[in-house]
């Protein structure tokens, strides 16, 4: 059955680099085609993208510890997506209409250059010490359960 696993993982992994391949020559290379997808993406497909994006090693041992040590307490994060969905609906056009790609760019327009600079650091910072910290922090704790690691 190992064998099979491996030639199995090869066949994805090359049907993704054919389909990473293709895809790359028949679009055009633009900062809104790769950010934004062109414009044109539906709303599954950006949910699907932020989901994708939010979830790591953190949520496997972070939430499934919490919730197995307290039941569901934790879960009132997943249970209150609505409100993110009313706050998109409420803001969404708003930013959509601007023409702007990210938060710290629309303060630019607002404001001016120094407002756009502070807000990019104050995120890069504040996501390395929280997120990325975490996650990797979580990442090590899975590989050490799972390789019996000391």
């Keep these: 059955m190992l064998i099979l696993d491996w030639i199995v993982l090869g066949a994805f992994v090359l049907a993704l680099v054919a389909f990473i391949v293709i895809s790359m020559r028949s679009k055009d290379k633009t900062s809104t ?3 934004l997808a062109g414009r044109d993406a539906t709303w599954l497909a950006i949910g699907a993208s932020i989901f994708a994006s939010n979830i790591g090693s953190e949520h496997l041992v972070g939430l499934a510890g919490a919730g197995a040590s307290s039941g569901m307490a934790m879960a009132h994060w997943e249970m209150h997506g609505w409100i993110i969905l009313m706050l998109g609906w409420l803001f969404v056009p708003f930013y959509s209409r601007s023409g702007v790609f990210t938060m710290p760019e629309f303060l630019e327009k607002r404001y001016n250059k120094e407002s756009r600079s502070v807000l990019s650091i104050i ?9 990325v ?4 922090y979580a990442g090590g704790v899975v590989f050490k359960d799972v390789f019996d690691i000391e």
Excluded: H, N
């Design 123 to 131: 995120s890069l910072v504040s996501y390395v010490l929280t997120k």
């Design 33 to 35: 085609d790769y950010f």
């Design 133 to 136: 910290a975490v996650t990797v």
